[in-house]
């Protein structure tokens, strides 16, 4: 199943730069995305969604940035911080009555180092 | 902040047995979700579950696979005949709203012998 795809296994990226984590969708009837950070040993985490209406979503340090003609979004960290390195993952889902059937990428495992 | 909890953190089951993982969802949640894990693949959707019955699942769960909620509080998935691929990491997650993003448990690990 390659309805959504993180290419990139791992990004490592000094503090307080940029970290931009991407991700590639193939299924059009998806129209509602999301970023998840999951740490060893525990449960994915919600970050940040997007629906498929807008192209832009920030949330603090967080912002997810949706080219639909593209089916490519991605995750944006600035600054990143030390805590932050994890695995992140993307998901898509389509909608209506299936908003929680979520079809996740392979993730990316970030790591910033002080 | 609330949690989704999931017991027990590890179950390890011979081949043909039955399993129950067992998760107490966010008290005012009405949507519960099943996902698996894999060693090195993706997490997957097993099973969504609202209104007391299933809303949707995937072709992974198939007549092996249960979902209850018994009570006000658990929510349960069985494995009524264990195989050796059935090892995984299992998520449950649930949300207030069907629009709103799920919450994950930190998973019940199962490993079949």
């Known amino acids: 199943d390659q309805q959504v795809k993180q290419n990139s296994p791992s990004l490592s990226v000094q503090e307080g730069r940029i970290s931009i984590l991407n991700c590639d969708y193939t299924?059009?009837?998806?129209?509602?995305f999301l970023w998840y950070k999951k740490y060893p040993a525990e449960g994915p985490t919600f970050l940040i969604s997007?629906?498929?209406?807008?192209d832009k979503n920030e949330d603090g340090r967080f912002t997810v940035f949706l080219n639909k003609s593209a089916k490519h979004l991605s995750l944006h960290i600035v600054p990143s911080q030390p805590g932050d390195s994890a695995v992140y993952f993307c998901?898509?889902?389509?909608?209506?009555?299936?908003?929680?059937?979520?079809?996740f990428g392979q993730g990316t495992i970030l790591t910033v180092h002080p | 902040e609330p949690e989704v909890t999931q017991t027990p953190s590890h179950q390890v089951t011979q081949m043909g047995q039955e399993v129950i993982l067992r998760c107490v969802p966010i008290?005012?949640?009405?949507?519960f979700y099943w996902y698996r894990q894999i060693l090195g693949q993706k997490v997957e959707f097993l099973v969504s579950?609202?209104?007391?019955?299933?809303?949707?699942k995937s072709e992974i769960f198939d007549d092996q696979f249960s979902v209850e909620r018994p009570d006000g509080s658990n929510f349960t998935l069985k494995i009524r005949s264990t195989k050796l691929e059935d090892s995984a990491m299992y998520f449950c997650?649930?949300?207030?709203?069907?629009?709103?993003?799920?919450?994950f448990g930190n998973g019940t690990r199962l490993t079949v012998t």
């Open positions: 997007i629906s498929s209406i807008k």
């Open positions: 579950f609202y209104n007391n019955e299933i809303s949707e």
């Open positions: 299924n059009s009837m998806f129209d509602y």
């Open positions: 997650a649930s949300t207030r709203q069907g629009t709103s993003p799920l919450h």
């Open positions: 998901a898509a889902s389509a909608g209506g009555t299936s908003y929680g059937k979520l079809t």
């Open positions: 008290s005012n949640h009405l949507y």
